[in-house]
Structures are given as C-alpha cells and as structure tokens.
C-alpha cells in the first residue's frame, strides 16, 4: 500500500501545472525579456540602419517574448562583448543570453548558467588574403594571426597549432571591430573566427571581397546556442522548449503564414502544438498557445536561418549540418508531447 501511494502521488506531481519561476515572473512584472546580444555580427544579431535589430539569435528572444507576452517586440536589447556576456548573464542583467555563444563543458558547468539548445552548428575557420597564395591553414607557420580574446576561437587556435607542431603568432584583440580592422589594414596574415562570421567579414567587411578566401580547414566543433542563469528550472524549461518548437515546426510543416490554416489538421502531431488538441502550455506554465505564437511571430527554423544566414540573405549559408535530421543535417527536436 505505502508503494502505491508513493506511486499515486509521484503521478500526481508530474502531471500538476508548472510554477511560473522567478524569472518568468520578473519578466511578466517588466513586460519584456532582456535579452543579451552581439554588439553586431549580421546574420546572428545586429541593429540595422533604423535600429532595429535583426538576426538568427534575435528571432530566438522575439519567438520567445511572443510564447511568454504574447508579443514579439515585447524584449529589450543589451548588446554585450565576449569578455561582458557572462557576467551580464551572471548578474541578472539579461534574462537570456542569445549571443553566438559556444556551448563547452566548462562554460556549462563553471559559470553558473545552462546552455538550452543548439541553435547553429559551426567550426572555427580562416581567412586570409588571395594574395597570398596561402591554401591551407598548414601553410601559415610563423604567421601573425588576429583572434578575438575572451572567445572559444583564442584557445582552438592554440590547440590547433601546438597539435600540428606549427608556430603562429597570435594577435589578440578584445574588441570584435579592432580585430577586423587590424587584419584589413594587414596587420596579420590570417584572421581566425567562425567560419559563419568569417562568411560575413568577408561579405560585408573587406573592402574588397574577392581578394580575399576562406580556407578550407574548420578546426573546431562550434555548437551556438542561447544560454540562462542556473537556478530558475522553469525559465531553462521555457527557453529551451520554445527553441524546440521552432525546429519541430519546420519537420512538421508549420510556417509563418500556415500557422492558423493548419488547427484543422487531423494530425494530432500538429494539434498538440498549435494548442488545438492537448495543453501542452500548462507543463511549462504558459498559455496553450505559446508555441503557436512563437512561430506566428518569427517563423519556423528553416524560415529563421533562410531569412538571416541562408539563401535569403547575404550570406547564402548553406544548410550543411543545421539541416533537419531527415534532410541530411543533425537538427533534431525532442517529441512536443
């Protein structure tokens, strides 16, 4: 008897609505999310010529201020550089970092927060000039390479080169802006980041982009992704299922403009999410809805990386890895169920 009462009251916790959580209840006092970004990578986040800010990880914190306050315009940007993310993060200064952000253990488990999900699958690669002649990364012994301080990209580079008995000089910067500048002017002879943001540098950046070439190499595994304080399970269950339902929407077929055609599906699948059948909304102490909203407000997955890195933008990203799993890639949500 003691066993099945155990039982009974386990069954009992599990399926009682979730607490609302002290961030989520900050965030609904303040009506908007903080969200910290880049001080500007286009394609990821930056303020455009009206300040509006743009980006894959910008549409991350509208979808999530659309699921939370029913509104996407409803967040407050902090731009932020790689040495102050963490602490603004630590220090409650943004509810969420959505910031091109590496995932790795040691930020994970050392720094007092919890990385939800992989929004962008990259790799650490350089650029250098046509000129040259340099083909691949194993031809740059000796050279003075420009890296970004406080930045996963400074230690790889390292690892990198010690791995294959070659000697460089890297050239640190702590701002982003310094360390493009000082590789155009040619005060280095390589220029070392993600191969997505060297995409954009050299679009965007050289003042002539055909002079310049990625290298083939990608020396690194760069999993990007939104990150949130320890200690508020209920906020880490949002953030996390919400990144979540943007890719699950795209394996489903639910875009932008289908989202109310599609409630008179008969697939459960698709019920479930759009709030129509089961309440999915109550286990994370958000309306039925929320996820509806979510993509009503940015769109699904492949429409957020199309718009802001991919064939729709200027840096015509290929899908590569951050395909979904039944289309050659390794994006892959867990059931909404």
Not at 91 to 116: C, K, M, P, Q
Not at 291 to 309: C, H, L, P, S, T
Not at 310 to 321: E, Y
């Amino acid at each position: 008897m003691p066993r099945i009462k155990a039982a009974l009251a386990a069954l009992a916790f599990i399926s009682t609505p979730a607490l609302a959580g002290k961030t989520l209840d900050a965030i609904k006092a303040k009506g908007q999310i903080a969200c910290g970004v880049s001080t500007g990578v286009i394609g990821f986040s930056a303020a455009d010529s009206q300040g509006q800010w743009k980006g894959l990880d910008v549409d991350v914190c509208k979808a999530l201020a659309a699921a939370v306050l029913g509104d996407a315009n409803k967040v407050r940007w902090v731009p932020l550089s790689s040495q102050q993310r963490f602490t603004a993060l630590q220090s409650g200064e943004v509810d969420i970092l959505s910031r091109n952000t590496t995932w790795s253990l040691t930020r994970d488990a050392a720094l007092g927060l919890h990385f939800t999900a992989v929004t962008y699958y990259d790799g650490q690669g350089f650029m250098v000039a046509k000129k040259s002649k340099v083909t691949s990364a194993k031809q740059l012994k000796n050279a003075e390479i420009c890296v970004q301080s406080g930045t996963t990209t400074e230690k790889n580079l390292s690892d990198y080169f010690r791995a294959q008995g070659i000697k460089v000089k890297p050239v640190v910067f702590d701002k982003f802006e310094a360390s493009i500048k000082a590789f155009f002017s040619g005060r280095c002879q390589a220029y070392t980041t993600d191969a997505s943001a060297l995409a954009f540098i050299r679009s965007k950046e050289a003042p002539t982009p055909d002079d310049y070439v990625v290298l083939p190499e990608i020396i690194s595994k760069e999993p990007l992704g939104p990150a949130v304080r320890r200690g508020d399970d209920e906020w880490f269950a949002i953030v996390k299922w919400t990144i979540n339902a943007l890719i699950e929407a795209e394996e489903l077929g639910i875009t932008q403009a289908k989202v109310d055609g599609l409630k008179a599906s008969p697939d459960p699948a698709i019920q479930r999410f759009l709030g129509v059948g089961e309440d999915l909304g109550k286990s994370l102490g958000l309306n039925r809805e929320w996820a509806a909203r979510a993509v009503k407000a940015v769109g699904n997955y492949g429409e957020i990386f199309n718009r802001n890195v991919g064939a729709d933008s200027p840096l015509k990203l290929p899908r590569g890895l951050n395909a979904q799993w039944n289309h050659g890639g390794i994006l892959y949500a867990p059931p909404l169920r």
